[in-house]
């Protein structure tokens, strides 16, 4: 009997507890949420850079109703916290990516120094594709303009997110081989090649410019074993023969 009547206690202490924490921060809730509700809004509409604007209005609210310690609503406002925080840099991410702004040497510039300085806190929100997306377009801008060591540089990193998509990183290789080719420097060219192989064994471009590698490094007696390697095994067999 007095374990009930402890617990009927307990309860209605919890409840009083509750009703009070609800009562300190249900008003900042509401405001964050609101300020989420406009972010949404308006990234649904690719207005991202207000979007941007809201998402840390959001953040910022929800971290104002962190400070007040509660104790029911800690796990929900963290999680809220976690998900705007995605939310927000992708937005950032999307604005920065858009065609018009890649296009200019200060939004390419930007959308690098952004992905660059993501803490790895912040890099698991962004689609690593998405990243790699982004650099491979800026390689190929910069490709077209002339500017082949930054293109190289954009494609090599491109590759180096390893998003997972065959296609991409096909095409990053196949452009740098081309960069390296016109450059005559043979052999880093026919391993850019291979890789393209790796992705897509039937690549007759990447064929033909083999090819050409081998004929320019003078070992072409090793053709079919070059076409039918991976990249480590053909960089060891580069060592063997040349």
């Known amino acids: 009997m007095k374990d009930n009547i402890n617990n009927i206690e307990q309860n209605i202490k919890n409840i009083e507890e509750w009703n009070n924490e609800h009562a300190n921060i249900k008003p900042i ?28 209005k959001a953040i910022e609210n929800y971290r104002s109703a962190l400070k007040l310690n509660p104790k029911y ?26 065609d018009d702004r890649l296009r ?24 690593r594709y998405d990243m790699a997306l982004g650099y491979f377009k800026i390689g190929n801008i910069c490709n077209e303009d002339g500017d082949f060591d930054k293109a190289y540089e954009l494609f090599n990193r491109a590759v180096n ?5 065959p296609f991409l990183n096909r095409d990053a290789y196949f452009k740098m081989g081309q960069i390296l080719l016109n450059r005559k420097r043979f052999k880093e ?5 291979i890789s393209v192989l790796s992705f897509d064994k ?23 074993k070059f076409l039918s390697m991976t990249p ?11």
């Open 29 to 56: 809730l509401e405001v964050a949420v609101d300020y989420h509700n406009k972010a949404r809004r308006e990234a649904c509409w690719k207005n991202y850079e207000k979007a941007s604007e809201f998402f840390k």
């Open 104 to 127: 200019t040497k200060q939004g390419a510039k930007e959308f690098v120094e952004f992905v660059e300085n993501l803490s790895p806190e912040e890099d698991k929100y962004i689609d």
């Open 189 to 193: 060219a026919l391993m850019s090649f």
């Open 202 to 224: 039937g690549n007759m471009e990447a064929v033909n410019r083999i090819d050409i590698c081998l004929k320019e490094l003078k070992i072409s007696e090793h053709r079919f």
């Open 73 to 98: 609503y800690l796990q929900d406002i963290i999680e809220r916290v976690d998900f705007v925080i995605g939310e927000y840099l992708n937005s950032m991410f999307n604005f920065k990516i858009s």
């Open 161 to 165: 997110l390893q998003c997972d998509r």
């Open 232 to 242: 480590n095994e053909a960089k060891k067999l580069i060592m063997e023969v040349l």
